[in-house]
């Protein structure tokens, strides 16, 4: 082998070194940014109960008596399907300050399930990739959310499954009662990455 290709040879081994080093720092520097991404339940909108309206509402007696009868039917027919949408707080703080690199994470996946008081109920995702920028602020995930409140606390009985969709979708709803248990995963240089384990994301605190 001639100089001219072993010169050619190393040159181009250096290349690849310091590609493959460039691609390993941009990595490391996802992971970080990965385990400094927060999330936080915000609130409850948009709340029906068998199609009936739950905003505004805070008692049995705030209903009128056309949607009264429309809400005995269903539970009569053992069913009182909830729909609703749920809005997460994503918060990235890669934002470039305190030595930290502004970085924009983009969430590929979000798997979650529905908790009512502890209790799990239904599971999902997201439909498509969501930007959170490192901005230090924080970015609303909006799920829609559907459930028969009978399937998973019909046991209780008809006033108390309302009193529960007034408690969560009524007049000053109580999000506090929901929680999330959730996997995200996060695109990186070699493919997403989801999180080691799963998270619960309540109310109170960015998780």
Do not use: H
């Not at 250096?14 to 996802?30: F, S, Y």
């Not at 705030?62 to 009868?69: C, E, H, P, T």
């Not at 908790?115 to 924080?138: C, H």
């Amino acid at each position: 082998m001639t100089k001219a290709r072993v010169s050619a040879l190393v040159l181009m081994l250096c290349v690849l070194l310091l590609q493959g080093c460039a691609t390993l720092g941009e990595i490391a520097r996802t992971l970080t940014s990965l385990k400094r991404l927060q999330f936080r339940l915000q609130g409850i909108g948009d709340f029906t109960l068998a199609g009936v309206s739950v905003e505004g509402k805070s008692q049995l007696r705030d209903f009128s008596v056309a949607d009264g009868i429309r809400l005995l039917a269903a539970f009569r027919n053992g069913s009182l399907p909830a729909r609703f949408l749920l809005n997460v707080e994503a918060r990235n703080p890669n934002d470039g300050s305190g030595g930290t690199t502004r970085t924009i994470s983009t969430l590929t996946r979000f798997d979650w399930r529905l908790l009512i008081d502890d209790q799990p109920t239904v599971s999902g995702g997201i439909d498509r990739p969501l930007e959170i920028p490192g901005t230090g602020k924080a970015t609303v995930i909006p799920l829609r959310l559907e459930l028969d409140l009978y399937e998973f606390f019909g046991r209780g009985g008809y006033d108390d499954l309302l009193n529960l969709a007034l408690a969560l979708g009524g007049r000053g709803g109580d999000i506090s009662r929901v929680a999330l248990d959730a996997q995200p995963s996060v695109s990186t240089p070699i493919g997403d990455i989801a999180w080691p384990e799963r998270i619960t994301i309540v109310s109170r605190e960015f998780r």
